[in-house]
């Protein structure tokens, strides 16, 4: 059979299984990354496996997402991330160095190599022609031991690229414009795979920005080919030797075909809240901002950040806006430095933020009450700003450019001659530094692991009660986000170290007493969900939080991929309704039993009975035999403990 790129890089690490889309495979994973918000946890169940040093060719621990330091909590979880990769062989790219995705395009991602993320951005490095996957922290504490990660073999769909878009129109665009086809479960259980003679008229940072983006499709991943560019891109980096071209075989097979002319593309914008409500910035009405901001993994690279420059040069941002820029790397941050951006963007007025997720993750700069936000990053779900009642739209550092000058939603050819902006490309005249990047040593002996207050153990659970009797905590509606049930932001995600702590907020922003009402529950409880419960950021807070406050089981129409696998990870049944319609049946409230647990995991299929309302549905879980066993010895780290 004529191959693709996914099926030739999965082949190369299959460990077992077959790949027959659907079923389950497990690869060998040559590198991880993690980041500060989920990597503490991550670190603490490497930690339990016993392991001196971890058995990848490469693992990365960077810190990137809680840099802010109101509290020590932060600044504890930094000298522990830092020691504690000391002591395992891992490299820890210490604060101010840039946002780990960015970073790991930059420094290690390589053709032909699999890479696992606690972080559900990591399909980034896809750019680079790798197969880089997303998962939640104890999966990547796995993959650090040597463990093969286990997925769903996905279909491979051919995204074929023809045409080169038009000065003013960016990547952002393209990928919005999947996303408006698309949606935001419109990816689960497939890779996107990019070909066609538009690849290369895409720079790797573009490519980037289109990878990063396809986690709100809900897709496993998103590749482009190994080709030129990349040669051009690793060399700019001074790692060509780890270049090797990947293309796929001529008329090799895919599993769905979708055709984008980039040259149609038009400048395009996400209306809040979600990703996917997608239009053409000219169908939109009139939209005054209080805010712009103009950086993330997804659009903070050195083109993106001239762009946006040569559009404000010379002006000053709108007196109704404040607008914030970011730098995705401390290289890009040099380099816009050296080359006079920098200059034009603090001329222009911009508020120049030091080069992590900031804003992005509700770190700092949330738009006033009711305030309107257009930024550059993936996430524009309610809340997520750090202002409950803002209005977030998602669009191109161009769109982004204009709109801060105008102080509406704005065209940028409307605003400036966009021709401008044809000859400004992706710099490789790169400012390459690892001193902000701490190589592993190779005596760890008398490294000291530090841990601060902020630092409390991994809580487990026990193995599951074979009768399941307790109500039904909540009821939620569909496209349920890891947001809505762990929230993040300044406040809470300081706490993601300390799991008593930040359980206290589960379902904050939908209901204020789920907590409280769930602790007290004295047998635990059921989630009740629609259809693609868990979408969004692979926080395993969203499943580890829920198992601490004593939820059981989620019952939900169906799951998105990472949190699906977070549930079992941490010893909780995710079942879903056999007939979607009972979905309508339960209420909040009503007491659900399952009995002889045990046995229907085996099984798979499950009688819930409702005993407030007296009537009985069926439901069925989606498990391989690995994940039953998981789940019966009361969630992974118990079973591979077993197994080690
Ligand atoms: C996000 O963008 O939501 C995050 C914060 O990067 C998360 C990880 C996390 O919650 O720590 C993600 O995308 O996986
Ligand atoms: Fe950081 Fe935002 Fe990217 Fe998540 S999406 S890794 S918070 S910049």
């Known amino acids: 059979m004529k191959q693709n790129i996914t099926r030739k890089i999965l082949q190369s690490h299959l460990v077992e ?50 840099t802010l330091q109101a ?20 490299y820890c790219s210490r604060p101010g160095n840039g946002i780990c995705h960015q970073l790991h395009t930059e420094r290690f991602a390589a053709p032909g190599k699999t890479l696992l993320g606690s972080d559900s951005h990591t399909p980034t ?13 104890m999966s990547v504490a796995m993959a650090m031991a040597g463990q093969p990660f286990p997925l769903v073999m996905p279909q491979v769909i051919n995204v074929k690229l023809t045409g080169k878009l038009r000065p003013g129109v960016a990547a952002k665009d393209v990928i919005l414009e999947i996303l408006r086809i698309m949606t935001v479960k419109g990816g689960v259980g497939k890779v996107l795979e990019y070909t066609g003679p538009g ?32 040669y051009e891109f690793m060399k700019a980096q001074g790692r060509e030797e780890n270049w090797v071209e990947l293309l796929p075989d001529e008329d090799a097979q895919y599993d769905g075909v979708m055709e984008i002319n980039l040259a149609e593309i038009e400048p395009m914008v996400a209306q809040p809240s979600m990703p996917d409500k997608v239009v053409k910035i000219k169908d939109l009405e009139k939209t005054k901002l209080h805010q712009v901001f103009i950086g993330s993994c997804t659009n903070a690279s050195y083109s993106d950040l001239a762009k946006a420059a040569a559009i404000l040069e010379g002006k000053c941002v709108h007196p109704d806006v404040s607008l914030s820029v970011a730098a995705g790397s401390k290289q890009v941050f040099e380099m816009i430095a050296r080359d006079g951006i920098l200059q034009k963007l603090i001329a222009s007025g911009a508020r120049v933020l030091e080069s992590a997720c900031g804003p992005c993750v509700g770190i700092g700069q949330a738009p006033p009450s009711a305030g309107v936000s257009l930024r550059t990053s993936n996430r524009n779900f309610r ?24 102080g ?15 000859s400004i490309k992706e710099s490789m005249d790169r400012i390459v530094d690892d001193r902000m990047l701490e190589a592993p040593v190779e005596n760890t002996d008398d490294v000291v692991v530090r841990r601060g207050p902020n630092i409390q153990p991994l809580p487990l659970r026990g193995q599951l009660d074979d009768v399941i009797s307790a109500p039904c905590l909540i009821k939620v509606e569909d496209n349920i986000t890891t947001d809505d049930i762990m929230p993040a ?34 047998n635990g409880g059921f989630i009740v969900a629609g259809e693609n419960y868990g979408q969004g950021s692979s926080r395993e807070h969203a499943a580890l939080a829920p198992m601490y406050l004593g939820i059981q089981v989620v019952l939900a129409k169906s799951f998105a991929r990472i949190h699906h696998d977070n549930l079992i990870n941490y010893g909780i049944l995710p079942l879903r309704f056999t007939d979607a319609a009972d979905y309508d049946r339960i209420n909040q409230d009503d007491k659900l039993v399952i009995k002889n647990v045990k046995e229907l995991v085996n099984k798979s299929e499950f009688v819930i009975a409702n005993e407030t309302q007296g009537f009985e549905i069926k ?17 992974q780290l118990n079973f591979i403990k077993k197994l080690l």
């Open 17 to 66: 299984g077959q790949m027959i889309a659907g079923e389950e495979i497990s690869i060998k994973i040559d590198q991880t990354l993690t980041q500060d918000a989920t990597g503490t946890m991550s670190y603490l169940a490497f930690e339990a496996l016993g392991i001196p040093k971890v058995r990848t060719e490469v693992s990365v621990s960077y810190i990137d997402h809680n």
């Open 71 to 90: 509290g020590f909590e932060n600044a504890d979880d930094h000298i522990f991330l830092q020691t504690i990769a000391k002591k395992h062989g891992i």
């Open 125 to 137: 490095s896809g750019a680079l022609g790798m197969i880089a996957i997303g998962a939640g922290g």
């Open 199 to 230: 690849v290369e008229t895409l720079s790797i940072t573009e490519r980037q920005t289109i990878t990063n983006m396809g986690a709100e499709l809900g897709v496993t991943t998103s590749l482009f080919p190994s080709d030129k560019v990349a």
């Open 383 to 406: 809340g997520r700003s750090g202002t409950k009642d803002a209005q977030v739209y998602l669009a191109s550092p161009e769109v982004a450019a204009a709109s801060a000058i105008t």
């Open 408 to 422: 509406v939603i704005s065209d940028p050819k409307d605003v400036v001659d966009v021709n401008i902006l044809e």
């Open 489 to 522: 932001g300044a406040k809470i995600l300081p706490l993601r170290s300390n799991v008593p702590a930040i359980s206290q907020y589960v379902f904050n922003g939908i209901d204020p007493t789920f907590a409280k009402r769930a602790k007290e529950s004295e």
């Open 619 to 635: 439901a069925y879980a989606t498990l391989s035999d690995r994940q039953k066993e998981v789940l019966l010895a009361g969630g």
